[in-house]
T-cell receptor
Framework: NAGVTQTPKFRILKIGQSMTLQCTQD?????MYWYRQDPGMGLKLIYY???????DKGEVPNGYNVSRSTTEDFPLRLELAAPSQTSVYFC?????????????FGPGTRLLVL | DQQVKQNSPSLSVQEGRISILNCDYT??????FLWYKKYPAEGPTFLIS?????DKNEDGRFTVFLNKSAKHLSLHIVPSQPGDSAVYFC????????????FGQGTTLQVKP
């Protein structure tokens, strides 16, 4: 049982390039989330999904897109990378909304945009 | 507008003593509160939580206290151990809002041997 896995661990992008951050969970969780963490800050929600085919914006969605074609996978797409997107990205999943240890996090993807 | 605030960026305590980490929130709709612990280069891991219908929840060395009237919660670690050194995030959720978590900025705890 791997939990939540994220790839890549680290990536350097040039301004204007695109990339997809991968996230997979093997716990059959319905809910999945993408957060970013900037230095000295808490995690901010980018996008979330309550099930396959259903996604919605979080607090900081601009510059990102997501899709959820399966229960297991929730990729995050950056179309035109900007220096402001330099951050650490965490994917999380949960079985139910609210209560207890609701969200399980992946190890993160560190992204540097130059 | 920061709905969840951790006003102390860092805390240093001696091994064996109590660590107290604080968190304030502004949104009265929050009804579930969680603490996460994060080591460098790892994702946050769940530590302990409390529902708004309680004022205390205990799990081993960790206790969370909730003061709803003051919109304040705290995490007590007794006794503190060097392995507790990490960043601690307070988070809050409105259970009716798809489980989205609002995180504080984090407090870095250093426990000295």
């Amino acid at each position: 049982n791997a939990g939540v896995t994220q790839t890549p661990k680290f990536r350097i992008l040039k301004i204007g390039q695109s990339m997809t951050l991968q996230c997979t969970q093997d716990m059959n969780h319905n809910y999945m989330y993408w957060y970013r963490q900037d230095p000295g800050m808490g995690l901010k929600l980018i996008y979330y999904s309550v099930g396959a085919g259903i996604t919605d914006k979080g607090e900081v969605p601009n510059g990102y897109n997501v899709s959820r074609s399966t229960t297991e996978d929730f990729p995050l797409r950056l179309e035109l990378a900007a220096p402001s997107q330099t951050s650490v990205y965490f994917c999380a999943s949960s079985w139910i909304a609210g209560g207890g240890e609701t969200q399980y996090f992946g190890p993160g993807t560190r992204l540097l945009v130059l | 507008d920061q709905q969840v605030k951790q006003n102390s960026p860092s805390l240093s305590v001696q091994e064996g003593r109590i660590s107290i980490l604080n968190c304030d929130y502004t949104n009265s709709m929050f009804d579930y509160f969680l603490w996460y612990k994060k080591y460098p280069a790892e994702g946050p891991t769940f530590l302990i939580s409390i529902s708004s219908i309680k004022d205390k929840n205990e799990d081993g060395r960790f206790t969370v206290f909730l003061n709803k009237s003051a919109k304040h919660l705290s995490l007590h670690i007794v006794p503190s151990q060097p392995g507790d050194s990490a960043v601690y995030f307070c988070a809050a959720s409105d259970i009716g809002d798809t489980g989205k978590l609002i995180f504080g900025q984090g407090t870095t705890l250093q426990v000295k041997p």
